[in-house]
């Protein structure tokens, strides 16, 4: 089990930029793939991207060329870095982990992850 702590949301406007953080209690090291997942009121949660513990990753057609994601081992954190933002960014942002997952598996599909944070909204106005 993991345990998943998000935080640096807020209300940005359009064209602006935030940075996501979700801190793991255990080394991001031994965790093969993490990954963002977002839901906005009315819609079902889709992803963002995913992370492997070789630093591949994988971005959803929405988000790519606009977020990065990347993790800091020595600090047990993951990453969102949103760059360029619309009003449909605004959700509520997920951190997930899989640490058995590897390589080519770190696929960011729902079900693949089983430990989850409780998000951290973002809000980007026109």
């Known amino acids: 089990q993991v345990q998943l702590v998000e935080s640096g949301g807020g209300s940005v406007q359009a064209g602006g930029s935030l940075r996501l953080s979700c801190e793991a209690s255990?080394?991001?090291?031994?965790?093969?793939?993490m990954g963002w997942f977002r839901q906005s009121p009315g819609k079902e949660r889709e992803a963002v991207g995913s992370?492997?513990?070789?630093?591949?990753?994988r971005y959803a057609d929405s988000v790519k060329g606009r977020f990065t994601i990347s993790k800091d081992s020595a600090k047990n954190t993951l990453y969102l870095e949103m760059n360029n933002l619309k009003p449909e960014d605004t959700a509520m942002y997920y951190c997930?982990?899989?640490?058995?997952?590897?390589?080519?598996?770190?696929?960011?599909?729902?079900?693949?992850?089983?430990?989850w944070g409780q998000g951290t909204q973002v809000t980007v106005s026109s």
């Open positions: 255990r080394y991001t090291d031994t965790i093969h793939c």
């Open positions: 997930a982990a899989n640490p058995s997952l590897r390589g080519a598996a770190c696929i960011p599909t729902q079900w693949r992850f089983g430990n």
């Open positions: 992370i492997d513990s070789d630093g591949w990753s």
